[in-house]
């Protein structure tokens, strides 16, 4: 796989922001460059973005903020993993979406087959782009299934 600079890729972001309503977004990676330049294109598009450096420190932000509204992260952490996160925050907010974040995926998935829960998957590394056609996919849907 190729090298890739994430702080380059920040700068393919178009100068316009989309159309993010200010919905609450929770970015779990244990990656703090590649939270940035996540954050960074977030917040660009309008969304207010929550950090957390692992599935752990994810529980305790998702606890503390009833306004999450998607939670995008890493498969591969340290102390709680994305898959054991997305379990966890299926029992806690069940229907809450989940955008998984992998350069590993589906080799991350456990030997029994496709979890059952609310989630989808982008593939490392990705353009801005990209993130956020799936971010807006994602809120939309899940505005659908509230309505």
């Known amino acids: 796989m190729p090298l890739v600079r994430w ?6 972001a178009p100068a316009r922001a989309y159309d993010g309503s200010g919905e609450t977004l929770l970015l779990v990676d244990d990656d703090g460059g590649l939270r940035s330049v996540m954050r960074r294109v977030l917040r660009h ?3 207010r973005v929550i950090e957390a450096r ?10 503390a903020e009833p306004a999450i509204a998607l939670v995008l992260s890493d498969v591969a952490m340290p102390r709680l993993d994305g898959l054991a996160l997305c379990a966890r925050v299926a029992r806690l907010r069940p229907g809450l979406p989940v955008l998984l974040l992998s350069g590993a995926f589906p080799d991350a998935l ?17 353009l801005p782009t990209t993130l956020r056609a799936k971010v807006r996919r994602l809120l939309g ?7």
């Not at 692992?54 to 606890?63: F, H, K, N, V």
């Open 54 to 63: 692992d599935g752990l420190e994810a529980l305790e932000r998702l606890q």
């Open 141 to 147: 849907r899940a505005r659908e299934a509230r309505a």
């Open 45 to 47: 598009d309008g969304y």
């Open 110 to 126: 456990p030997a029994g087959g496709v979890l059952d829960l609310p989630l989808d998957f982008l593939e490392k590394p990705f």
């Open 7 to 12: 702080d380059r890729i920040a700068d393919l």
